[in-house]
């Protein structure tokens, strides 16, 4: 007994280093949210301040040049869990529409797989838009006919097929392919604010049964909604769900990683009542102080449980505001969304896929500190893996590039990092080297000098020939080998 007590005691003293040393990993995602839209870097945004996101700046590193895998969606959240490019998927173009089928697969490691293998506790709360799987009665694939951009608004045949899936779908079965099947323990959203069914997901089952049809007064697709859902209440639910999560976390001691794509400030723009006029500008604007204010209660959670030191807090958007935003308006009561640059949700203009993203962690980051360096929300696997020094497959993070040095201050710049690839709703492709910038349009390819034209207003390709050629080779390496990320010896 007197030699196995000392060997149990080192065994729990390793355990819990063990338990210590690895970070909490909070992922807060915004849903539509321009680099303009945070105030610590837009001097022009008038009344839509974002004291809390502000803060988290002044207590973290804000890269100014990171950017979403896409202008749109789906494929940015398919790249930010994968760390791979979407449009190396089924997907080339758009985003999934409702009842789209999984886009992540079975075989796919994500980072919620591969934090889970490494004793973390995973969970996502709020927005997934990756597809999922529905099933009918006998339990068999509901949706297994739809065509990648069925949606109800897209012709007749494309209305009948989504028609038909619905009339097969059985509401009280359990759904497939969706965040539990891509490594998340707790699930707790929805698929998209704007798509059916409209009703809360728990895991992978529905939290009651949507028997009305929606409204059409009531924003979004038309579909099956459960009776008394408030749109207005989806972003208060989400954060009291988070505040409970961070609380039971606190209490079991075991590190966990938390995505939190949130539905705001995307449409349906629904401010709760306690910030409807909040700005004296818009719903719009209500709607994107909200977003800030979640931001706030997330940083309060953490520092009432005590986890605020030990976590890596981020937060970043899915790609740039969207034009339901009205930027006229906006314009006319002082809110310059266009401030840096132009575009906005949709486009390859910088102002589609250039985003906020602010990373705090008091343990391993300076306060205050700044990056220029180019990023992409797809580093997001390999920077984890990284830190835990876990040893990326070849056939995972094909486009992911660990940026922790740049977390910890030990370099400045990457000088080897593959090039960053940008991809809008069309489907059309941009490429970056440094403060170059090519979008590839086939036979008028534009290329700007960011350092000197962030508003992409002068086309330098006639001028330099030589590097749109370069340029445009690496882009088609990049597309023909199925990664950019190199591969290690």
């Given at each position: 007994?007197?030699?196995?007590?000392?060997l149990?005691?080192?065994?729990?003293?390793?355990?819990?280093?063990?338990?210590?040393?690895?970070?909490n990993?909070?992922?807060?995602?915004?849903?539509?949210?321009?680099?303009?839209?945070?105030?610590?870097?837009?001097d022009?945004?008038?009344?839509?301040?974002?004291?809390?996101?502000?803060?988290?700046v002044?207590?973290?590193?804000?890269?100014?040049?990171?950017?979403?895998?896409?202008?749109?969606?789906?494929?940015?959240?398919?790249?930010?869990?994968?760390?791979?490019?979407?449009?190396?998927?089924?997907?080339?173009?758009?985003?999934?529409?409702?009842?789209?089928s999984p886009?992540?697969?079975?075989?796919?490691?994500?980072?919620?797989?591969?934090?889970?293998?490494?004793?973390?506790?995973?969970?996502?709360?709020?927005?997934w838009?990756?597809?999922?799987?529905?099933?009918?009665?006998?339990?068999?694939?509901?949706?297994?006919?739809?065509?990648?951009?069925?949606?109800?608004?897209?012709?007749?045949?494309?209305?009948?097929?989504?028609?038909?899936?619905?009339?097969?779908i059985?509401?009280?079965?359990?759904?497939?392919?969706?965040?539990?099947?891509c490594?998340?323990?707790?699930?707790?959203?929805v698929?998209?604010?704007?798509?059916?069914?409209?009703?809360?997901?728990?895991?992978?089952?529905?939290?009651?049964?949507?028997?009305?049809?929606?409204?059409?007064?009531t924003?979004?697709?038309p579909?099956?909604?459960?009776?008394?859902?408030?749109?207005?209440?989806?972003?208060?639910?989400?954060?009291?769900?988070?505040?409970?999560?961070?609380?039971?976390?606190?209490?079991?001691?075991?590190?966990?990683?938390?995505?939190?794509?949130?539905?705001s400030?995307?449409?349906?723009?629904?401010?709760?009542?306690?910030?409807?006029?909040?700005?004296?500008?818009?719903?719009?604007?209500?709607?994107?102080?909200?977003?800030?204010?979640?931001?706030?209660?997330?940083?309060?959670?953490?520092?009432k449980?005590?986890?605020?030191?030990?976590?890596?807090?981020?937060?970043?958007?899915?790609?740039?505001?969207?034009?339901?935003?009205?930027?006229?308006?906006?314009?006319?009561k002082?809110?310059?969304?266009?401030?840096?640059?132009?575009?906005?949700?949709?486009?390859?203009?910088?102002?589609?896929?250039?985003?906020?993203?602010?990373?705090?962690?008091?343990?391993?980051?300076?306060?205050?500190?700044?990056?220029?360096?180019?990023?992409?929300?797809?580093?997001?696997?390999?920077?984890?893996?990284?830190?835990?020094?876990?040893?990326?497959?070849?056939?995972?993070?094909?486009?992911?590039?660990?940026?922790?040095?740049?977390?910890?201050?030990?370099?400045?710049?990457?000088?080897?990092?593959?090039?960053?690839?940008?991809?809008?709703?069309?489907g059309?492709?941009?490429?970056?080297?440094?403060q170059?910038k090519?979008i590839?349009?086939?036979?008028?390819?534009?290329?700007?000098?960011?350092?000197?034209?962030?508003?992409?207003?002068?086309n330098?390709?006639s001028?330099?020939?030589d590097?749109?050629?370069?340029?445009?080779?690496?882009?088609?390496?990049?597309?023909?080998?199925?990664?950019?990320?190199?591969?290690?010896?």
């Amino acid at each position: 007994m007197k030699k196995i007590l000392p060997l149990l005691l080192i065994f729990l003293a390793l355990e819990a280093w063990a338990k210590v040393d690895k970070p909490n990993i909070i992922f807060i995602l915004a849903d539509d949210m321009s680099y303009d839209s945070v105030s610590a870097f837009n001097d022009q945004i008038g009344n839509m301040k974002t004291p809390n996101i502000d803060k988290l700046v002044s207590q973290g590193m804000s890269f100014t040049d990171a950017h979403s895998g896409s202008a749109v969606c789906t494929p940015t959240r398919y790249g930010l869990l994968t760390g791979r490019y979407c449009w190396r998927t089924k997907l080339k173009r758009e985003v999934l529409w409702e009842y789209g089928s999984p886009l992540i697969t079975a075989d796919r490691l994500t980072v919620a797989k591969l934090l889970k293998s490494q004793g973390y506790h995973t969970a996502a709360i709020g927005k997934w838009h990756l597809g999922m799987n529905w099933h009918d009665k006998k339990g068999k694939i509901a949706n297994y006919d739809l065509k990648i951009h069925d949606s109800f608004f897209k012709g007749k045949e494309a209305k009948a097929r989504i028609d038909r899936v619905e009339k097969r779908i059985d509401f009280t079965q359990r759904i497939t392919g969706g965040p539990t099947d891509c490594g998340f323990d707790y699930f707790f959203g929805v698929d998209a604010p704007n798509f059916p069914p409209y009703v809360w997901q728990v895991n992978d089952k529905l939290l009651g049964n949507p028997s009305m049809a929606k409204p059409k007064k009531t924003f979004g697709h038309p579909g099956p909604m459960l009776p008394g859902w408030k749109l207005d209440e989806i972003i208060p639910t989400l954060v009291e769900k988070t505040e409970e999560y961070i609380e039971q976390r606190a209490k079991s001691g075991k590190p966990f990683f938390l995505y939190l794509p949130l539905t705001s400030p995307h449409t349906p723009i629904a401010p709760g009542k306690a910030f409807i006029g909040k700005t004296g500008i818009s719903d719009y604007a209500d709607f994107v102080v909200q977003t800030d204010d979640v931001v706030g209660r997330v940083m309060k959670a953490l520092k009432k449980q005590g986890l605020a030191k030990n976590t890596i807090l981020i937060f970043s958007s899915d790609n740039g505001t969207s034009g339901f935003a009205n930027f006229k308006l906006l314009r006319s009561k002082g809110v310059n969304l266009h401030n840096h640059f132009s575009g906005h949700k949709a486009s390859i203009s910088e102002g589609g896929h250039r985003v906020p993203f602010v990373v705090r962690w008091p343990s391993g980051i300076k306060a205050g500190s700044r990056c220029k360096q180019v990023v992409s929300l797809n580093d997001f696997i390999a920077t984890v893996a990284d830190l835990l020094d876990y040893q990326l497959p070849p056939n995972a993070g094909e486009d992911s590039t660990s940026i922790l040095p740049l977390f910890k201050g030990e370099k400045k710049r990457l000088p080897n990092r593959p090039m960053v690839v940008n991809h809008d709703y069309g489907g059309r492709f941009a490429i970056r080297d440094n403060q170059w910038k090519l979008i590839d349009l086939g036979r008028k390819p534009r290329l700007y000098n960011l350092d000197s034209d962030l508003k992409e207003k002068t086309n330098l390709a006639s001028k330099f020939p030589d590097r749109v050629k370069k340029m445009r080779e690496i882009l088609n390496y990049y597309k023909q080998s199925g990664r950019s990320r190199k591969r290690k010896n």
